[in-house]
């Protein structure tokens, strides 16, 4: 099948070389000229693991290719909107302004019988407004959300746990619906859960799919505050009530939090958007998720203080970490910059290092000092941060190897992910997130 996909950034260009892997042509469409010859060169423009590689199969099979000119879609059965919503400046809701523009502009290229497959995160009632624009033409809109997880979005895209499609009413949606069976053919052969439903129910399950886990990883965070006050040990708590098969140990890691381009602003939408909808109490716990978020990465920066015995002025701090998560170079809304910028504004020496996310980093705040290499970062460190959980910081480095770089004997991990036992008896000072 020929399918075209509108907007080439971390979504876009992942499902446009995900499709071309499973057998379809692909053109994949972007207004950045750069990030277009760099795709259209088998370059990723971010890290995301197996993207090159299908990328680069991609182009080489002819099956995948890129453009700026919006009429390179034409003859194409599906046409996937894969732009982004980001949080509109100085409020929470989303702005919508690159998905209403790539819908006026497929609008002119649209031929009876094209499906148009909204894949980006909107606000509910979005698709229904848009089909209005799209249903003129002939073609039948689709809202076809994405749950990709960052440092997993390959195989997601190839090997979902579940395919969501709202579709009009009538014989058109259900054409629509074997259309899209057809492009996620692979899935639907294996079983995969395929999901019929209207466009507000699709929309919503990608916002409370979301919501529910940014309340899951903020509810064992609150659980840490707790815990911190009353000498308890949160992440004991966490596997004893993690057997509990109706609340599982899965996104019960206490720590700085979630960041990256979704979660945050995706919360920040979803209670924008219920208040305009006059049901601001029914979500009114969201705010309350996104402030325990944002404190933990305030009790960090509070455990180095208190680990150098209460001034961090001119200390030299290694923080390990960038990115918001492992397995990408996203420092979008990043926990861990976020740590190592108000450590740097209370005068301390702050140097970062991350396996891919440092370019990314220096460009957002090229005040802090970076070094590729670990060894050089934790070089000299009065005390050491882990703030984003790499296996070259949980598993591949020991107590012994850092004590023979590190000047001082302080370490606080704001994931959660080391062996306090292994680091004391090492003579180190252990600080965990909800640790005693």
Request: charge should be negative.
């Amino acid at each position: 099948m020929r399918l075209s996909v509108i907007g080439c950034g971390y979504l876009g260009a992942v499902h446009a070389a995900a499709m071309a892997s499973i057998g379809h042509d692909v053109v994949g469409i972007d207004v950045d000229a750069e990030k277009v010859g760099s795709l259209s060169r088998g370059e990723a423009p971010f890290f995301e693991p197996q993207l090159q590689e299908i990328l680069q199969a991609g182009l080489e099979s002819g099956r995948l290719s890129f453009s700026t000119d919006m009429s390179s879609v034409r003859g194409a059965a599906v046409h996937f909107i894969g732009v982004g919503t980001p949080q509109q400046a100085g409020g929470y809701a989303a702005d919508l302004r690159y998905v209403d523009g790539a819908v006026s502009e497929l609008l002119p290229y649209l031929q009876p019988g094209d499906i148009v497959a909204g894949k980006s995160t909107v606000p509910v009632g979005t698709a229904a407004r848009l089909a209005e624009l799209v249903t003129p033409t002939g073609a039948t809109l689709v809202w076809n959300p994405e749950f990709l997880r960052e440092g997993w979005a390959v195989q997601d895209t190839i090997d979902p746990d579940r395919l969501v499609t709202g579709v009009p009413s009538g014989p058109e949606g259900a054409v629509a619906a074997d259309v899209l069976r057809k492009v996620y053919h692979p899935a639907v052969a294996k079983g995969t859960p395929f999901i019929v439903t209207d466009y507000a129910t699709a929309e919503l399950v990608k916002v409370a799919a979301n919501a529910f886990l940014a309340t899951k990883i903020s509810f064992i965070n609150a659980m840490a505050e707790i815990s911190e006050t009353v000498g308890a040990d949160v992440t004991q708590l966490a596997d004893a009530i993690g057997h509990d098969p109706r609340i599982g140990r899965r996104f019960l890691g206490a720590g700085i939090g979630f960041g990256g381009g979704c979660l945050p602003k995706d919360i920040r939408a979803f209670a924008a958007r219920a208040e305009e909808l006059g049901r601001r109490e029914s979500v009114n716990f969201l705010r309350e998720v996104d402030a325990i978020n944002l404190r933990r990465r305030e009790r960090a920066v509070q455990l180095v203080v208190e680990g150098l015995g209460g001034a961090v002025y001119g200390k030299r701090i290694a923080v390990l970490g960038a990115a918001f998560k492992p397995h990408s170079d996203d420092v979008r809304d990043s926990p861990a910059l976020d740590v190592a910028v108000r450590l740097h504004g209370l005068g301390a020496e702050v140097v970062v290092t991350d396996p891919e996310a440092l370019h990314n980093a220096r460009a957002l705040h090229p005040q802090l000092t970076y070094f590729e290499d670990r060894d050089e970062a934790l070089r000299g460190s009065d005390a050491v941060v882990v703030v984003t959980e790499w296996d070259q910081y949980r598993r591949e480095m020991s107590p012994a190897e850092v004590s023979d770089l590190a000047s001082g004997r302080v370490i606080v991990d704001g994931r959660n992910c080391l062996d306090p036992s292994a680091w004391r008896s090492a003579g180190w000072t252990y600080l965990g997130m909800g640790r005693p």
